[in-house]
């Protein structure tokens, strides 16, 4: 709704009214779950023995995280907007503030800050909006000798508070199977996903709004389904037979990478200064 100059009538109460029909979003769109940032924070205090007092939120409606205060000790433990994350991690590394910040895992690598480690974790994080995030971690606060590390603790305490908020959010939504003789729409999308061609002849078929045993729990087949004779049913199982074993392959379908000569050379010069840096036995 676009704001109405109304000469007159621009005071408080107006104002409030107008603000009703204004998105509340974060400057990323994403709330972050109360009980997977705490998980986060009681990590990030424990591992590094810091007093969560001294933890900063910058990142909210409305915020400027370049104008916040940072007071001496400040660790700011957040979730940034992740369009903006280059940005956020030269202007902290330059200032000195320390950080360990949420962070989108596939191109975690390619952040220009030099003096950050970055935790690939890879675990899946749905957020407040519905968005699901494959999510990691970049932070100073360890030694600088360290680029990249695993933590699979840390991993564990987020797929846990992650799993107990999918469980409250699907609670309530049951899980079906149907016998060979019903045809859902899904079942066809999953024909179309992975190539199977698939007719259906009208005098094959009856439509249905449900099952006579779904009516004593007051259930039926959402969307409707259709009835399927024997035939019908036999085409329609060495579908899914044919859906099943392209889905496997799909999986399957992986390529494996190699290194090059030049590659392999850089390698080996890796080798030599770590052995270079090695005290002597």
Not at 4 to 9: C, R, S, V
Not at 51 to 61: G, I, V
Not at 95 to 123: K, N, Y
Not at 203 to 219: E, F, M, N, V, Y
Request: a negative charge; proline letters at 7%; one cysteine or more.
């Amino acid at each position: 709704m676009d704001e109405l100059l109304i000469p007159g009538w621009e005071d408080d109460e107006y104002r409030s009214f107008v603000d009703k029909f204004k998105s509340k979003k974060t400057t990323d769109d994403c709330y972050t779950p109360p009980n997977v940032y705490d998980a986060v924070a009681a990590y990030v205090a424990e591992r590094y023995a810091l007093d969560p007092a001294l933890f900063l939120r910058p990142f909210y409606p409305g915020g400027d995280y370049e104008r916040e205060h940072y007071p001496p000790g400040a660790v700011v433990v957040d979730n940034p907007p992740f369009s903006i994350l280059s940005q956020i991690l030269r202007f902290y590394t330059r200032r000195g503030i320390r950080f360990f910040l949420f962070a989108p895992t596939l191109t975690l690598f390619s952040q220009p800050a030099a003096e950050v480690t970055t935790i690939p974790l890879g675990v899946t994080v749905t957020y407040a909006n519905g968005a699901e995030v494959n999510t990691s971690f970049v932070t100073n606060l360890e030694p600088p000798t360290v680029r990249v590390r695993s933590d699979p603790e840390l991993f564990r305490r987020i797929a846990s508070a992650n799993a107990e908020n999918l469980a409250a959010l699907h609670k309530s939504v049951p899980k079906y199977t149907y016998p060979d003789q019903i045809l859902t729409a899904s079942m066809v999308a999953r024909f179309s996903r992975y190539g199977v061609a698939y007719e259906l002849p009208a005098a094959d078929c009856l439509r249905i709004s449900g099952l006579d045993s779904q009516r004593s729990s007051g259930t039926s087949i959402f969307g409707s389904g259709w009835l399927l004779s024997t035939s019908a049913a036999a085409e329609k199982a060495a579908a899914e037979k044919a859906a099943a074993e392209k889905a496997a392959a799909e999986k399957a379908n992986i390529t494996a990478w190699r290194l090059s000569e030049t590659e392999l050379a850089m390698i080996a010069y890796l080798d030599k200064r770590r052995k270079k840096e090695e005290p002597d036995p």
